[in-house]
């Protein structure tokens, strides 16, 4: 029963923080990455399907197992169609450049090469790979915004929710959930920390105006 509710409590906290998340960046209160977003709907989904093909559990002990996962599905779609919806709104100012491209066009050719040769396990590996990769164009512009693009709050919440899910991954023993919570745990509080860093360099800022 603990395993049930745990996993309820990471759609919770991701949703409502995706939601927070896609009003604040529809009122134009932040400004999300495009091309982390690209990538994490790309990668995100292909983690999902590969780790339900991989896995050595029932069904819904492995949706369980991989909370996290399943609960990035949806909420990455939703910020993506937020941030699009946006971007049309203002004329598409957020634009690509040759990093985001390259990172995009290696997600697709790994789900290409996923669909050819249907090998699980290792796309998912791979995965794992261009997910951490689709962090740094927004760990990028943390480090040199002048103000903080980001919510702290939000990311908090989804640090909340990976915790939880890193707990439900190693209980289910499903190796291809433990490195998909592990890489949400680590990568989430790096982006906290320059979160964090960018809200001190902000305001530092605005004392010396």
């Not at 450049?97 to 697709?108: E, M, P, Q, R, V």
Request: glycine residues 4%; hydrophobic residues 55%; aromatic residues 10%.
């Amino acid at each position: 029963m603990i395993h049930e509710i745990s996993a309820i409590a990471v759609a919770l906290l991701m949703g409502l923080a995706i939601f927070h998340y896609c009003i604040l960046t529809f009122k134009g209160k932040k400004q999300p990455t495009l091309a982390t977003w690209i990538l994490f709907v790309l990668a995100t989904n292909i983690a999902f399907i590969t780790n339900l093909f991989s896995a050595h559990t029932a069904i819904l002990k492995t949706l369980i197992g991989n909370a996290a996962n399943v609960a990035d599905v949806p909420t990455t779609w939703a910020v993506l169609i937020t941030i699009l919806v946006v971007n049309k709104k203002n004329g598409w100012k957020n634009k690509f450049n040759g990093f985001d491209l390259s990172c995009i066009i290696a997600t697709l050719v790994v789900l290409i090469i996923w669909a050819i040769t249907q090998k699980h396990l290792a796309t998912n590996l791979v995965v794992q790979i261009i997910l951490t990769i689709g962090y740094f164009p927004t760990l990028k512009n943390l480090w040199r915004a002048k103000g903080n693009p980001e919510s702290l709050w939000v990311w908090i919440a989804i640090l909340a929710a990976s915790v939880l899910g890193l707990y439900l991954a190693i209980e289910s023993g499903e190796l291809t959930a433990k490195i998909y919570s592990w890489r949400a745990v680590i990568l989430v509080s790096v982006l906290l920390i320059l979160i964090i860093r960018a809200n001190l360099r902000a305001k530092k800022l605005k004392e010396a105006c």
